[in-house]
Structures are given as structure tokens and as C-alpha cells.
């Protein structure tokens, strides 16, 4: 497996390449980006992951510094899982002007809602690294977990917005046993939280499962999950019901989203779920 950490590298390695996949992470690895490299070894050739805490996507007063950064770990996980190399591009390979882009993307409209109204700006800096990262390994696919549904979705709609040369997959979202998404940020939570957590998914299920037996009360069901998730100690962001391109659902609506983001303690937790009915 090839560590790769800069864009010159990048481009030799990519050349000559029939079938290149790509998984974008931002490290710290888990059960879930381990689960989006298996379903990229069956469609590709040659996988290469990516590892870039991208400054971009976080706000002033996020977690970038102290974001998991596991990068001996992530690499053995990788190697152990058959990809063919690694990009690991320092801050200042990605963002040679001082750590800043001059030129970002912005992909109207699906941003200006859910994580988009509490993260200002988080997904300008997503599509400007993913911009990047396509530019850089030219990959045939790209592979982007449900876990973080809008983000697949803002990906999808830049890439076909801008005509990107890359098939975009979307991933099932891997779970622990009782339910809660795995994610980098599981990592901040106190063995408290953490049993708190469960919540999160829970609430969703319950109202997945209203949705799938026929309720209409849309507004009532979001208030519930909402009430769930504020009694396990959750400050929520939202819990919506939306359709499958996240536009609010209606009584036509068959393939409903539920989405829900909030703060337990001092970390941001988000999840959602599918479900349709007839
Ligand atoms: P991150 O490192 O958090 O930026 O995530 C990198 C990729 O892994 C993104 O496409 C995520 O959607 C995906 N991912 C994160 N958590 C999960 C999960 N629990 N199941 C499936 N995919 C995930």
C-alpha cells in the first residue's frame, strides 16, 4: 500500500489506472469508512483512501484541533482491508495559500437547511475538498456514507451540476450493536453520553416506524422524536421528516428521510434513517 502525501504523487500513482475508486475520509477510521473501502474493491480496480481533516468544513469554534487524529492505526486498518494506497496530503499540500482556498464551492439551496443552518459554511468547504480531491486522483467512483445523508446528496447534485467526470455511491450506514452510527466523534463522549446516545437512532426508529404504519401528522411526529431526544439530554438541532431530495414531505410522499442532529454535552451527533411505504 502506497502513502501518498502529495499532489504530484497523487497524479503519478493515478496514472495509467484502469478503475479508481476513491473514499474520502477524514481519518480516525471505523467500522463504517472500513464498510464503503469493501464496497469499493468490488467496483474498482485500484482503491485509494483519502485521510484529510479538512479546515474548510469546520467552524470557528468546532473540533478541528481536536479532531481524532490516528494515522498509524488508519493506515494498518487500510492495509488490512486491500486498498492500494493512501492520500494524506498535509494542510499545507491541500491549501498552499496559507491554509485558506480563495475559490470555494457552493452548492445552492440543499445546503441552506438541516446541518447546513447549524454548520454555516461546513458544506462549502465539503464540495471545495471534494472538488479537490477529485481533481487531484481523477477517480472513476467515489464512495460517501448515508450516515451523513446531505452531504451524499450535496455531492451528488455538484457532481451533476458541474458535469464531474466520477460515479458518486452512496454507502448504508454501519451501526453498533445498539444502534448508534459509528463515527469519529463517538470518541468524545463520556461513558455516560454514551449510553444517552442511543437516543439518537432510537427516536428515529420510533418515528420511522409511525411513518411506515401510516401516520400523516408530519410536524407532530418531528415534535416527538424532538421530545425523545431533548428527555435523553440531547440539545437537538432538528429532527425533520423530509422526501428521499430532502424537500419537506407531503401527504404524496412515499420514501421519507428522517434526519436528526444534536449536542450531548459538548459533542454533535447527527443520523438518519429511510423508510417507504406504499
Ligand atoms: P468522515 O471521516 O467522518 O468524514 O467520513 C468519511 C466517510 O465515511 C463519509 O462518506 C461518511 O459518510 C462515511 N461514514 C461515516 N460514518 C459512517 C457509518 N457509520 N456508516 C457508513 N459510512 C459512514
Not at 474548510?56 to 468546532?62: D, I, K, R, T, V
Not at 460515479?167 to 463522549?189: C, F, I, K
Request: aromatic share 6%; proline share 5%.
Amino acid at each position: 500500500m502506497q502513502i501518498i502525501k502529495t499532489v504530484a504523487e497523487a497524479r503519478t500513482w493515478r496514472a495509467a489506472k484502469p478503475r479508481v475508486a476513491l473514499v474520502p475520509t477524514m481519518g480516525n477510521l471505523h467500522a463504517g469508512h472500513l464498510s464503503l473501502v469493501a464496497a469499493a474493491r468490488k467496483i474498482a480496480d485500484h482503491v485509494v483512501v483519502s485521510i484529510f481533516v479538512n479546515p474548510l468544513q469546520f467552524g470557528p469554534n468546532e473540533d478541528l484541533a481536536n479532531y481524532p487524529r490516528t494515522f498509524e492505526a488508519d493506515v494498518a486498518a487500510l492495509e488490512h482491508a486491500g486498498v492500494d494506497a493512501v492520500f494524506a496530503p498535509g494542510v499545507e499540500e491541500m491549501y498552499p495559500a496559507g491554509g485558506a482556498s480563495a475559490t470555494t464551492v457552493h452548492v445552492a439551496g440543499i445546503t441552506e437547511m438541516l446541518c447546513g443552518t447549524s454548520r454555516p459554511g461546513h458544506f462549502d468547504g465539503v464540495a471545495t475538498v471534494v472538488t479537490k480531491l477529485f481533481n487531484i486522483l481523477t477517480p472513476d467512483s467515489a464512495l460517501f456514507g448515508e450516515k451523513d445523508y446531505q452531504q451524499l446528496a450535496v455531492v451528488r447534485r455538484m457532481a451533476a451540476d458541474l458535469a464531474l467526470p466520477v460515479v458518486v455511491e452512496g454507502g448504508p450506514t454501519v451501526r453498533e450493536a445498539d444502534g448508534l452510527a459509528y463515527s469519529s466523534r463517538n470518541a468524545y463522549l463520556t461513558p455516560d453520553e454514551r449510553r444517552r446516545a442511543v437516543a439518537l437512532s432510537a427516536a428515529i426508529d420510533d418515528v420511522c416506524a409511525r411513518l411506515a404504519a401510516g401516520q400523516q401528522d408530519f410536524r407532530s411526529l418531528e415534535a416527538r422524536g424532538w421530545a425523545q431526544l431533548s428527555d435523553a439530554g440531547f440539545d437537538p438541532d432538528y429532527f425533520d421528516i423530509r422526501d428521499t431530495d430532502l424537500a419537506p414531505a407531503t401527504r404524496q410522499t412515499t420514501a421519507f428521510r428522517v434526519l436528526a442532529a444534536g449536542r450531548l454535552g459538548r459533542t454533535r451527533l447527527i443520523d438518519n434513517k429511510g423508510i417507504s411505504r406504499d
